[in-house]
């Protein structure tokens, strides 16, 4: 049950006509319903507020009058539909018990993990991360737009940035910077600009000084390119690689368990999609899905393993 703050709060954000602290409100009502046991409730409120037809046209959500940097996702993804290591599993689920009793530790003195750099190749889970984190937590999910934040006029990117974080700490939420590295690459390279250089010590400067109760993700698909500084102003660092076979295994089953004959969980199988990416198994499965739908017949290995060889054909072509 909401209390009276929450509702007052509501109130203001409601004359003040400010939808994104009506939105976050909410959110916490939610988030506070869910701990309570009220799940129903919780999922409840949550698909009002992230229906469709309540939400603006736009798809970039300006927070204020200048701030266009933001781009609000909604995302409706679990613990359970994330297929990575355990290693990165066990850290997520830190990650969420951190946060949820985070007014314990800040009572001890001590912060709970709200810095998170997430690296490794394309396609292996590092954005569905930041939207599993947001989603558990019931908190709203921000992208930073690298190309609205990053401008020609020297100083202005760092106006934005300082921007960025003062959001940060007003709005609650999940705020990801996705790409990192078009900010956070190494000081020490020689194509270094020294307005890049600048940037990241903004950066390292504002990430430094938060203690905000948002959660800060930086994503890379290149982390031998960032800077060494960054590292440690992070509370995780956490490593993304292709899936292994047991994960190869469990992708296929929640995809495809009940849509397909059995003999495609097989070996044969899981070693043609040896290589793959998470996303291109995701892919692959969704092809062959929707293939058996159009042409009214069952998935078969023959099938899947053609949608599979398809995905494989896509790296073949890049490196023509």
């Known amino acids: 049950m909401a209390t009276i703050e929450q509702v007052k709060a509501l ?3 409601h004359f003040d006509s ?21 799940t129903a409730s919780a ?17 970039v959500v300006a927070l204020n009058n200048r ?14 539909d994330l297929i990575v290591s355990t290693e990165i599993e066990d850290k997520i689920k830190r990650i969420l018990n951190e946060y949820q009793k985070k007014d314990i530790l800040r009572k001890n003195g001590l912060m709970n993990r709200s810095k998170i750099l997430l690296a490794g190749d394309p396609g292996t889970g590092k954005t569905m991360t930041a939207s599993v984190i947001a ?6 999910l921000y992208v930073i737009q690298f190309d609205k934040l990053i401008t020609k006029y020297m100083g202005e990117t760092s106006v934005k940035l300082r921007q ?12 990801l910077f996705d790409e990192f590295d078009a900010i956070g690459s190494d000081r020490s390279l020689d194509n270094d600009v020294g307005e890049m250089r600048r ?3 903004a950066f390292l400067q504002n990430l430094e000084a938060d203690e905000s109760y948002s959660i800060i993700i930086a994503a890379t698909n290149n982390p031998s390119m960032l800077d060494k500084a960054l590292f440690r102003r992070f509370d995780d660092v956490m490593e993304y690689k292709n899936p292994d076979n047991d994960q190869i295994k469990r992708l296929f089953k929640m995809k495809l368990h009940g849509k397909a004959l059995n003999d495609i969980f097989s070996d044969e199988v899981y070693k043609k999609a040896s290589g793959l990416n998470h996303a291109d198994i995701v892919k692959a499965c969704e092809d062959a899905v929707k293939y058996s739908i159009l042409e009214d017949t069952t998935i078969t290995k023959d099938i899947l393993m053609n949608f599979i060889q398809d995905r494989k054909n896509y790296y073949r072509y890049k490196e023509a």
């Open 43 to 59: 999922r409840e409120i949550k698909d009002i507020i992230q229906n469709p037809k309540y939400l603006s046209k736009s798809k």
């Open 11 to 13: 109130i203001r954000a």
């Open 67 to 80: 701030l266009d940097i933001l781009e609000q996702r909604f995302v409706n993804s679990t613990l359970s």
């Open 18 to 38: 400010n939808d994104e602290k009506f939105k976050t409100v909410v959110l916490q009502i939610a988030a506070h319903e869910a701990k309570v046991g009220h």
């Open 164 to 175: 960025v974080f003062d959001q940060i700490k007003e709005i609650r939420g999940v705020y």
């Open 199 to 201: 940037i990241l010590n």
């Open 135 to 140: 989603n558990e937590l019931y908190l709203p």
